[in-house]
């Protein structure tokens, strides 16, 4: 049905609306909407802001937490043809990063200097009482959002995304899984990362409804209270949520649990599998607009181990030297670093920062991070490879190999992991001398600091290489 709301290269949103006028299209804390409702809020977003200047051309920031209001804010920028620049809510307030100087922010903190920007208190909206008037369809290549990088080689970059870009992300995706009117979707990742705003995206298209809740990593509550058909998570929610029996028969009840967010554990992929939950591990990128592939779910069981195939409307391959290559219509507009535009991509084709190897059947395996190999006395070492063999010891539940500085070989692979009971390092290097050689071992094991780097759905690696390299300048 999401092909038949084209109209040559524009969306007709108010097809979208009519054909699911009177379908679930959002719930959360103390809000139920149908489609039909989120025509209401959509027109009260709207007149707030075409009252305040905000129009084509203009870019607007929101710096909230995941809210209704973010998503209102998504479909307006379609709408009225401005940009929406998604922050960080935990985010200092009144920092934009890539140098990039929004006309309007949307915040809570109203008392935060914003630069030139006009700053909107969620409360605006509330207040807007307008009469819906007619949306016109809207073109395709409409810059519609900017979504960071998260900096880690470098200074965080704006991701520019097409309206082409979000339909056919969403599409693909939709197509791929079967999505259908009562399925429910949970919004289990922050909307200022792109895999979070798609899933609404998702849901708006197939006449779906998003179930929305404020802290997205507290899944646990979650699944209780929505009970969701399709839901996204991250290779640490999914191990902490297989720890309880409860949210397990939670996860088993699901029609698709989508992995991704980096390579997964095969012990992790397998134990999943078999309590009964419908995981599907996927491969994607900013750059991509979310998921580029994904293992389909009636895939022999070894595919399971791999990120799967490209979607419909993306391409993907790997160059002579290993690097993820990809392309499609999902791909991305440009960059904006230091409030200039940036090049992305040549050939039509985007290289990523990942290495990867393609199976002759298609299947992507991810082997890590080009940026994250490193030297060590004349040997490269890939941390991917040794979190791989660390979990393939069965020692560990979760594990983060950082490059540490060292005298004689330049860096030395560190390992902060998780385990169960005490952490015995000479039974680590003793399981691990079974699967690598010797310079890949890490020189020193130790736990994830508490509080510390790396807490959250996903470990911050490179405050975890920090942390290492001051703790070897003590020593």
């Not at 779906?208 to 991250?234: K, N």
């Not at 580029?292 to 979607?311: C, I, W």
């Not at 230091?338 to 199976?359: M, V, Y």
Request: glycine fraction near 10%; hydrophobic fraction near 45%.
């Amino acid at each position: 049905m999401s092909e038949g709301f084209l109209q040559g290269e524009r969306l007709d949103i108010e097809a979208v609306f009519a054909a699911w006028s009177d379908r679930t299209a959002l719930v959360a804390p103390g809000v139920n909407l149908d489609f039909a409702g989120l025509r209401d809020e959509l027109a009260r977003v709207i007149a707030v802001l075409e009252g305040l200047g905000a129009g084509p051309g203009g870019m607007v920031a929101v710096h909230l937490k995941n809210s209704p209001l973010n998503l209102y804010l998504l479909l307006a920028a379609w709408v009225m043809g401005f940009t929406l620049v998604n922050l960080d809510p935990k985010a200092p307030a009144g920092r934009v990063p890539a140098g990039i100087r929004p006309d309007f922010v949307v915040s809570r903190e109203t008392g935060a200097d914003w630069g030139a920007a006009q700053v909107i208190a969620p409360e605006a909206f509330a207040a807007a009482r307008p009469e819906p008037a007619p949306l016109a369809p809207i073109p395709l290549d409409r810059e519609a959002t900017v979504v960071f990088t998260s900096g880690s080689t470098g200074p965080p970059k704006g991701v520019v995304h097409t309206l082409r870009n979000l339909y056919y992300s969403a599409l693909g995706t939709n197509e791929f899984l079967k999505l259908r009117p009562g399925d429910r979707w949970l919004v289990s990742l922050p909307l200022f990362h792109v895999g979070g705003l798609l899933i609404f995206v998702r849901t708006f298209l197939a006449g779906a409804a998003a179930m929305m809740h404020d802290e997205p990593g507290r899944l646990t509550e979650a699944l209780t209270a929505f009970r969701p058909s399709v839901i996204s998570v991250v290779p640490t929610q999914l191990a902490r949520l297989l720890e309880s029996p409860e949210t397990a028969r939670r996860l088993a009840a699901c029609r698709a649990v989508l992995l991704g967010g980096g390579p997964c554990p095969r012990h992790l992929v397998d134990k999943a599998l078999d309590m009964g939950v419908p995981v599907l591990p996927t491969y994607g990128s900013t750059e991509a607009c979310a998921m580029v592939t994904a293992v389909s779910p009636k895939a022999p069981r070894q595919d399971f181990h791999t990120a799967g195939k490209a979607l419909p409307y993306r391409q993907i391959a790997v160059d002579q030297e290993g690097v993820i290559l990809i392309g499609g219509r999902t791909l991305f507009s440009r960059y904006i670093a230091e409030g200039r535009e940036i090049e992305r991509a040549r050939g039509g084709k985007f290289a990523t920062s990942d290495l990867g190897t393609l199976d002759p059947a298609g299947n992507l395996t991810v082997l890590g991070r080009r940026d994250q190999v490193f030297i060590s006395g004349g040997e490269n070492i890939n941390p991917n490879e040794i979190e791989n063999a660390l979990a393939e010891t069965g020692l560990v539940e979760e594990a983060v190999v950082v490059p540490a500085p060292h005298r004689e070989f330049g860096r030395v692979a560190w390992a902060f992991v998780k385990v169960k009971g005490g952490l015995d390092e000479d039974a680590m290097k003793a399981a691990l001398k079974k699967i690598l050689p010797p310079y890949k071992i890490p020189k020193k094991f130790l736990p994830f600091p508490e509080g510390g780097p790396g807490e959250g759905m996903k470990r911050s690696r490179k405050e975890l290489e920090i942390l290492a390299a001051m703790l070897q300048g003590k020593k």
